[in-house]
């Protein structure tokens, strides 16, 4: 078995395929335009794209499953640039020591984690 796609619920699936395709640097899949139902953010294989889909309600309660992701650069600088494009820290559970992760929300308020990055856990 395969794991092909984490599909995400939106509002509107193109500006949120642009903010996480900005986080990524991963395109948007050709031919996929604003006002679109379904938007697929392409992933370098073997990682699993993220596509987001129309649905008509609003997220109201806390999701059942989100990502966490490790960045390239530091934890810290990783959820700055996050919050320059757009997402707000939802709980700070960074420790004195460097050990830790941040619970950010996207801009249709999906949770999801920055840990550190790898360097970081190694040098611990």
């Not at 996480?20 to 379904?38: C, M, N």
């Not at 596509?51 to 059942?64: D, G, H, M, Q, S």
Request: include cysteine.
């Amino acid at each position: 078995m395969i794991l092909r796609h984490i599909t995400i619920d939106a509002g509107n699936p193109y500006e949120l395929a642009q903010f996480w395709s900005t986080v990524t640097g991963w395109p948007i899949a050709d031919g996929d335009a604003p006002g679109d139902d379904e938007v697929l953010v392409v992933a370098p294989e073997p990682l699993p794209g993220l596509l987001f889909i129309a649905v008509p309600e609003t997220k109201t309660v806390k999701n059942r499953v989100h990502i966490d992701w490790v960045p390239d650069r530091t934890r810290d600088e990783e959820v700055d640039h996050l919050l320059s494009l757009g997402a707000t820290v939802h709980e700070d559970h960074r420790q004195p020591d460097g050990r830790g992760w941040v619970t950010l929300h996207d801009p249709e308020q999906n949770e999801f984690c920055i840990e550190r990055s790898k360097s970081e856990r190694d040098s611990a």
